[in-house]
DNA sequence: CGTGTCATGTAATTTGTTACATGATTGA
DNA sequence: TCAATCATGTAACAAATTACATGACACG
């Protein structure tokens, strides 16, 4: 029961809507978790029968109605909680990776393309977290953004998403580079 | 269906047990997958029954028996069937980053003792990792390794698997330098 | 004499994914 | 006019977690 958290935690810096929620979760600007749009609707109605968020209609008159949801305080109650219980560490599970692991007996040339592909991920999300960490600053230093700002959580997080997708770009790059070197040097299989 | 392909990477290099798999798989040593005990047994059994591994029974007369389990011919071109398809993003789902995001609404301290925790779980993974990538170099430089190694696969992903626990380390150290610097000069709620 | 490792599972439950469904509006 | 965006769901299915179960041997 991780992803209620996670939408509360998400609630907090603003009312939003399921839809609203459903991208960040979706498209990974929310860097602490990932969930599809289908998940939140039914959490979100879980959550609001439980009463740890509140949501209010907006009638909307070009655009279908819509409801904004707010944490209530029940909800920042069970946030509080959640902290208290350990942390479980995270655990990589990568298509991409177990690909890797196979290379010496599957076909490079694919694998290759794959590594560029997710390389080009990567870099976009790089540029995409960059913005939003200049956005959050607001023309001041990190280092007093970090000390005097009034939400830092969102800017932590994203700090934490774009090391990863360093970490991702790196990589790829990395072990793309060995992989054409080697195909030279050793006949494959 | 991806657990599949992970085990099949996995009995590429050698003969496991499903409780030699586990340990790996479970503890992370895997780097490129992660799964419990549970599942790798009933993941075995469907890909015997689907031909993809073929097992062997070793008796032991101090120990119980066990079955040690190879990859098939057959099971190899699913590997290698897999390798085409596209593989999908890896997302993130981090209880610890749930909780600081939601910074600023909750308790310092004790986010500050988990962040600690996860700092110190990171540096024996990065130890760990050290000692693996050093023992498959087995006294050749990583350019030269890379280059002319008979197995760069495990070596790849152990790669990532220590990039990964470093930006884990940084990123806890750095949050927990702003979290403390934060609670002498802002009072919290 | 208790804790940890070796060794393998079954069953119940919770999560997460994929497919399907609807319908108006905006921009190319 | 075709695709994308806004907006919300239901239902079926696949995957992962948690709990339960067994039993011998090794180490301290």
Not at 49 to 57: P, Y
Not at 172 to 184: D, E, N, P, S
Request: proline content about 3%; charged content about 30%; overall charge positive.
């Amino acid at each position: 029961m991780a992803l209620r958290h996670a939408v509360l935690a998400a609630l907090l810096d603003e009312e939003l809507s399921g839809y609203q929620l459903a991208k960040a979760f979706d498209l990974g600007v929310a860097n602490f978790w990932h969930a599809q749009p289908q998940q939140l609707y039914a959490e979100l109605t879980r959550l609001e029968k439980d009463g740890l968020i509140a949501g209010r209609e907006v009638v909307q008159d070009t655009r279908p109605n819509k409801r904004l949801f707010t944490v209530t305080e029940a909800g920042l109650a069970e946030l509080e909680h959640f902290t208290t219980t350990a942390a479980k560490p995270t655990f990589v599970r990568d298509d991409l990776l177990v690909k890797v692991q196979a290379t010496d007996h599957i076909d490079t040339a694919t694998l290759i393309g794959q590594l560029t592909e997710r390389a080009a991920f990567a870099k976009a999300k790089i540029e995409l977290f960059t913005k939003l960490l200049e956005g959050m600053r607001a023309g001041r230093t990190e280092e007093d953004f970090l000390r005097h700002g009034e939400r830092i959580g969102p800017y932590l997080t994203c700090l934490r998403g774009l090391a990863f997708e360093q970490g991702n770009h790196d990589w790829c790059q990395r072990t793309i580079a060995v992989l054409r070197k080697r195909q030279g040097t050793r006949p494959r299989r």
